[in-house]
């Protein structure tokens, strides 16, 4: 069975970067980035595929990247120019047929 798990989460400062990690027990062909942030539904991210498809959220795109290392099946989302209301909790997951949500990982960007 699949599994994901979700590392790299910290507190940062407003302006700074971040790599968040998503390891895969096994090479899933596309995943995707999730978040929630404060009072907010889980939103999509970004995405990535093997095949080396990329996309990021419109609003998104100009300060987060995703990549991928599948010979240590991991996905990375890169997050520069954090803002405050980035923080929330991060999660992973596999497009389509998703696994049951892990437990993410939090990102607090302070002010």
């Known amino acids: 069975q699949v599994q994901l798990v979700e590392s790299g989460g910290a507190l940062v400062r407003s302006g700074g970067s971040l790599t968040l990690s998503c390891r895969s027990n096994?090479?899933?062909?596309?995943i995707s980035w999730y978040r929630q942030t404060p009072g907010q539904e889980r939103e999509w991210v970004a995405m990535?595929?093997?095949?080396?498809?990329?996309n990021v959220k419109e609003s998104l795109k100009d300060r987060f990247d995703i990549s991928r290392d599948d010979s240590r099946n991991t996905v990375y989302l890169h997050m520069d120019a954090l803002k405050p209301e980035d923080t929330g909790v991060y999660y992973c997951?596999?497009?389509?047929?998703?696994?049951?949500w892990g437990r993410g990982t939090p990102v607090t960007v302070s002010s």
């Open positions: 997951n596999r497009y389509p047929a998703p696994l049951p």
């Open positions: 990535s595929t093997t095949t080396n498809y990329i």
């Open positions: 096994e090479t899933v062909f596309r």
